[in-house]
């Protein structure tokens, strides 16, 4: 049984305000009947009985008042244009469902209606296959049990919690195991977005949600690391005697220009060398002594000129 995304701002579109009821019925009856591609060959007899109206059906009407959302193709099977990019998103040569898709939509001359990435060739380096031997890994990691609904019962696949296509790897840390239908509603989703596409409709997803929480909390985690990083000192100069942190030296070069930051920065560290100069704070120690040095060079630059033309 095949399991379809529905957009929930379908009822916000004008085209679709203005069906009457059972002409979004109709609709309906196309988006879930059409194939894997949203192409549907038209059995109206068949439609009008399953539907089970006590009015006539107008296929006609229908398809000039959704406005471009359903069109006759040549061989008169009807194709929903919007289908590919609203199930899929856009669909990638390097996906292996989607592959499908395409070559689908290629027998049916239709693949220049779908918008086909094949750009990203630093990902197919990246998409190496798991060996079967990493997949029994994983599952029985997870033993077995699917983690986004905890179905225990049925096929279990290995997913990538943030897809290849979406900057995903192969690590561990990415690898879960899951059932084959939270798999495939998944697809190429996020887990945030897999997570508000269909908690409450298809399964409660508390997993999901647990899941996604760690992943914030461990997201968060490497962005304090990160700015401890920042923090810290490093060092600087010919003989690493001074010692800054990146904010730091960035601040000085703003304020003095780069050349004259490290300029400054290399006093220091010559001073530190050959004097024993001891400062606590070395940032400190460059800025309460760059007025008194551009004063000194001023001076010297001033003998100078006195020396050499006498004024
Ligand atoms: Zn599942």
Redesign the pocket.
Known sequence: MAKRFIDTEIWNNTWFMDLLPIEKIMFFYIVTKCDYVGVWNPNFRLASFVINSEWDLNWNELLKKTKGNIEVLENGKWFLPDFCKFQYGELSEQSRPHQTYIKKLKEYGLLNRVVVNNKSNTMSAKRKRLTQKKKDEILSKYKYE?Q??G?KNCDMVVDHITPLIKGGDNSDDNLIC??V??NSRKSDLSLQEFYDNNNGVYKNLDRVYNILNTLKEKEKEKEKEKDKEKDKKHKYGEFKNVLLTDKEVEKLKSDYGNDRALELINKLDEGIELKGYKYKNHNLAIRKWYPVDTEYKNNKKELKLKEEYGF
């Open positions: 699917c986004y609904c179905e899951t059932c239908s939270c």
